[in-house]
């Protein structure tokens, strides 16, 4: 199948592979959909997004399918992935992309719809290329880059349909870490790990205060953020954190 899930554990792992470049249409990405939807309703705490490809993470949508269907059918496809990119940001969840390979258009954009993106040194690019096909990234592209890396930076990466490297995506804010390649791997497994012994009713709590608070006023956002710190003051979380810190031991998280 072009889009697998799987479980080992707290972690979860998504693997996009659908060769030669990964590239989705409306088929393979209600395939995506179902497999976020598994993810986010089992025990996983964790959930990694991969590639099986040794060249591209996902080169995208299928130019050719988009060129072939008509408006409404093109339109599903761009309201699923929405869809599916929402309830990613609204899991409790963290979702680690792993990048190794091209992504490129909408294959970046899934690695943007994550919360963290971890990158393997490379030659390979990255980039939104979809203004020189006359068309802009419709899967969140032009909300999520920009947010990332601010208006201006946002504005040069849409508008020329450049492509960079892992190492400028570091530096301008796209990518979270970039590693040797043959440590890539393991650094991204060590992330879920962690991540998955952490505590589960903050790390969701954070998100919902980074993923709300962008779409509101500072002074919503604020008191969303007093409003959540006030429910983990009463937490199971913060007893076990707080009471760990006292006795200087490391904090055993339910």
Do not use: W
Not at 4 to 24: H, K, M, Q, R, V
Request: proline share 4%; glycine share 10%.
């Amino acid at each position: 199948m072009p889009v697998t899930f799987e479980s080992d554990g707290p972690i979860g792992t998504i693997t996009l592979d659908n060769p030669p470049a990964n590239s989705y249409d409306g088929e393979v990405m209600a395939q995506f959909a179902d497999a976020v939807r598994e993810a986010v309703a089992g025990d996983v705490r964790a959930v990694i997004l991969r590639s099986a490809s040794e060249k591209f993470f996902s080169a995208g949508a299928d130019v050719k399918k988009f060129l072939a269907n008509d408006v409404r059918t093109n339109m599903e496809m761009i309201r699923v992935s929405h869809a599916t990119f929402a309830r990613m940001a609204a899991a409790p969840q963290v979702f680690i992309a792993h990048i190794a390979g091209h992504a490129l258009g909408g294959g970046l954009e899934l690695t943007l719809a994550c919360d963290l993106r971890i990158a393997a040194a490379g030659t390979y690019r990255l980039g939104t290329p979809e203004v020189t096909l006359g068309l802009l990234p419709g899967n969140g592209g032009t909300q999520r880059l920009s947010r990332l890396v601010g208006a201006s930076r946002g504005m040069d990466l849409l508008i020329t349909g450049r492509t960079f490297s892992p190492e400028e995506g570091l530096a301008l804010g796209v990518l979270n870490a970039v590693h040797p390649a043959e440590d890539a791997e393991s650094e991204v497994r060590a992330l879920a790990e962690r991540m998955a012994r952490g505590p589960r009713q903050a790390l969701a709590s954070i998100k919902r205060c980074v993923h709300e608070g962008l779409q509101r006023p500072l002074d919503d956002g604020l008191r969303l953020e007093r409003e959540l710190i006030e429910e983990l003051f009463a937490s199971e979380d913060a007893r076990e954190g707080l009471t760990a810190f006292v006795e200087k031991r490391e904090a055993s998280f339910a």
